[in-house]
């Protein structure tokens, strides 16, 4: 049945006194049960986060340029610190976005722009060389703009292959993507190889950091090997980060960065062809929440490098207990070698997806991977408090699925 659109309005407490009670009936993310789409790095980031994000709450980053100044100086302030974080050469720019899809989809524009003023050629339509880990955010953008996207098997690690995309690049090539790592098993793609076959190719590289830009450097500081996939790369044109994941900042914001001018000046949107006049946005969307750009700006200025450095290395730490953890399950383990905090988890001689369902009967979210099949899961430091309570129920559903469930899985691999 249809809700109707109500004649008279309740009111404030009764109103979020419903709005608990719905919420009660969600996965528990707090306790760690859903294995993405929330990050936490402690209490002190949720709370700076918020109060950001309530001080600018009603103001529009539309504005920024014309009425709310405070934004546009907190948005250029959030921009430059990433291009010091990643390392950006002088003369590179870069946008807030409201997420990686955002960042992603701005940056195809912009390659797609970039080649067809480079050919010429205005209805030049091209495609994109991506190893099949990559995210489908880039198929979004091909879809939106009627690019062909060429999806190249990974190699035998789950790194993307150079020679073989080098092999599916052509003329019409307007994008290479690497991403630094990619989402289904945490590994950062050979960045340094991807960008010579850029340069060597005259092939816009575009690195997604969507998810580890704002963890990997840190981590990186720590002492563990993380693989260079900056923009001091040579090769790297763009690159996209997101805040709302491992920059603990409040959703919804990330960032897109380029080389220099030459790609800058392809981002965004610029039209006179109505009456009020020029109409200019950096983003595919108009209207975008204050709140995020100052959550964004107040938390990166909060934690600073050595906030994210110390929550990189109780991360870390945990899940290195995580792995080892998971290595000592008979019939599980780690699928390829995960240089972050995405772990996905295969099994030999039996259905793993059998096991995410008894995981899922005792109340754990399941993420899975199906090729190959693997238990997945994007660790922040909510998971730390729950992580031997999901290993003891990992390590009792995976004994009960070795030693002779005969349940067939169901389950269907979805995002
Ligand atoms: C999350 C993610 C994206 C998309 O970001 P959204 O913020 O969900 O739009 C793109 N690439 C990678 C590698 C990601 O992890």
């Not at 990559?134 to 292959?161: E, Q, S």
């Not at 099994?347 to 995410?356: E, H, I, K, L, N």
Request: hydrophobic share 45%; with cysteine; charged share 20%.
């Amino acid at each position: 049945m249809r809700t109707t659109f109500p004649e008279t309005g309740q009111d404030h407490d009764a109103l979020i006194d419903e709005i608990r009670r719905r919420k009660a009936g969600d996965a528990d993310w707090r306790g760690g049960r859903v294995p993405l789409f929330v990050f936490k790095g402690s209490d002190d980031v949720d709370a700076i986060g918020r109060a950001a994000f309530n001080e600018l709450f009603t103001e529009n980053a539309l504005g920024a340029k014309r009425a709310f100044l405070s934004l546009g100086a907190m948005e250029r302030e959030v921009v430059d610190m990433g291009l010091d974080l990643f390392r950006a050469p002088d003369g590179a720019q870069g946008f807030m976005t409201t997420g990686g899809t955002e960042s992603i989809i701005m940056a195809v524009q912009a390659a797609r722009n970039f080649a067809r003023a480079a050919t010429g050629n205005a209805s030049h339509r091209g495609n994109l060389v991506l190893a099949d880990t990559a995210h489908p955010a880039f198929d979004k953008a091909a879809r939106l703009m009627d690019l062909d996207v060429r999806r190249v098997p990974a190699a035998a690690d789950y790194r993307a292959d150079p020679i073989a995309m080098a092999a599916a690049a052509d003329r019409d090539t307007i994008l290479i993507v690497g991403s630094a790592p990619c989402f289904p098993f945490g590994i950062v793609d050979p960045i340094g190889e991807l960008s010579e076959l850029a340069l060597s190719r005259g092939l816009w590289l575009h690195v997604d950091a969507c998810v580890g830009g704002y963890l990997a450097p840190f981590v990186r500081d720590t002492g563990r090997l993380v693989p260079a996939f900056e923009m001091h790369l040579p090769g790297v044109r763009s690159l996209s980060a997101d805040l709302h994941k491992f920059g603990y900042t409040p959703k919804p914001a990330s960032t897109v960065f380029y080389r220099g001018a030459a790609e800058a000046v392809h981002h965004g949107f610029d039209a006179d062809v109505w009456p009020n006049g020029r109409f200019a946005t950096s983003t595919i969307v108009g209207t975008r929440p204050g709140g995020a750009v100052a959550g964004a700006w107040a938390v990166l200025k909060h934690l600073g490098r050595a906030g994210y450095r110390q929550l990189a290395a109780e991360l870390m730490t945990s899940i290195d207990r995580y792995r080892t953890g998971v290595a000592a399950i008979p019939g599980l383990h780690v699928i390829g070698e995960p240089h972050l905090s995405i772990v996905a988890v295969g099994a030999s001689g039996f259905d793993v997806f059998r096991v995410a369902e008894l995981m899922a009967a005792r109340g754990w979210v399941p993420g899975v991977t199906q090729r190959p099949k693997g238990l997945h899961r994007m660790m922040s430091l909510l998971h730390v408090p729950s992580m031997d309570g999901y290993l003891a129920d990992l390590a009792a559903t995976t004994a009960e699925v070795r030693d002779g469930d005969t349940g067939a899985a169901h389950l269907k691999a979805e995002y």
